[in-house]
C-alpha cells in the first residue's frame, strides 16, 4: 500500500464495495484500479469494472520538464508519452522517438500520490542487438522509486523477468531492457518488435519526507541510456 499512497487507499476501499471480484487480493486490486484509469486515458474499453468512479487521482499526465541542473529552462511535457519525456536533451529541442536520448529528464513536479506511464513502441524492425536503460539521477533526485517495464499500463507487477525494480536510489539501474530476438546472454527486460509497453514508476514510499519535495510535488530525475 505505501508504494500508491493514501489517495489510493481511500479509492480502494471505495473499489472494495463496488468490483465484483471482492476475492482479489489488494495487490491485484490496485493493479486494475491503475489499468482502469489507463485505459480510460487511452480511450479503450475496461474489463475489470463497470462502475462509473473517476480514477483520474492515480495517473500523471504532466509535468514540468528540465534537462539541466540550474532546472531551467524547462517545457510542460505530457508525460504519458515517451518521446516528449527523454526524446530530447533541451527544453529547446522537438521531441524524437524511442528509444531516445542518452541524457537525463528531471520531472519537476512528480506529484507523490500518482504514477508516471510512460508509452513507447518498439519497432517491428528494430536492430535486434539493440538495448538500453534507465537510472535514477543523481542531481535533485527525489525519492527511492519502484519502477516497472510492462504492455500494461500502471503495471507495477509484471510477470516477465528482469521487468521490476523496487525501491531504488540515486544512481541505481531501474529498469533494463533488450530487445527479445537479440542479447539472448543479456539480463533485462526482453520486448517484442511491433509491440507497445508502458515504463511505469512510482515513489516506493510516497509520503517520505525528502529534500527534494515540497508539499505535494518532488523533483525526480531518470536518466535513459541506450546501447
Known amino acids: 500500500m505505501d508504494r500508491i499512497g493514501t489517495k489510493t487507499a481511500a479509492v480502494l476501499s471505495l473499489v472494495f464495495a463496488l468490483a465484483p471480484h471482492a476475492h482479489a487480493t489488494e495487490e491485484q ?56 519525456v527523454w526524446g530530447r536533451s533541451s527544453a529547446g529541442q522537438p521531441p524524437g522517438s524511442w528509444p531516445g536520448v542518452n541524457f537525463y529528464t528531471v520531472f519537476k513536479n512528480f506529484e507523490r500520490n500518482k504514477f508516471v506511464s510512460v508509452k513507447f513502441h518498439v519497432p517491428a524492425g528494430v536492430d535486434p542487438t539493440l538495448s538500453g536503460a534507465f537510472f535514477h539521477g543523481e542531481n535533485y533526485p527525489g525519492p527511492n522509486l519502484t519502477t516497472a517495464i510492462s504492455p500494461v499500463c500502471g503495471d507495477f507487477a509484471p510477470v516477465a523477468p528482469y521487468c521490476l525494480t523496487t525501491n531504488r536510489g540515486p544512481s541505481a539501474r531501474i529498469a533494463a531492457w533488450k530487445i527479445s530476438t537479440g542479447n539472448p546472454a543479456v539480463n533485462a527486460c526482453a520486448l517484442t518488435p511491433g509491440q507497445d509497453y508502458y515504463i511505469n514508476i512510482v515513489l516506493t514510499t510516497p509520503d517520505a519526507s525528502h529534500p527534494d519535495c515540497s508539499g505535494n510535488l518532488c523533483k525526480v530525475n531518470v536518466q535513459n541510456t541506450v546501447n
Open 29 to 84: 486490486q490496485i493493479t486494475a484500479i491503475q489499468d482502469y484509469y489507463c485505459a480510460a486515458q487511452e480511450a479503450t474499453s475496461d474489463t475489470f469494472f463497470r462502475s462509473s468512479f473517476d480514477y483520474s487521482d492515480l495517473r500523471q499526465e504532466f509535468s514540468n520538464l528540465a534537462y539541466t541542473v540550474t532546472l531551467l529552462p524547462d517545457v510542460r511535457a505530457n508525460v504519458n508519452n515517451f518521446d516528449e
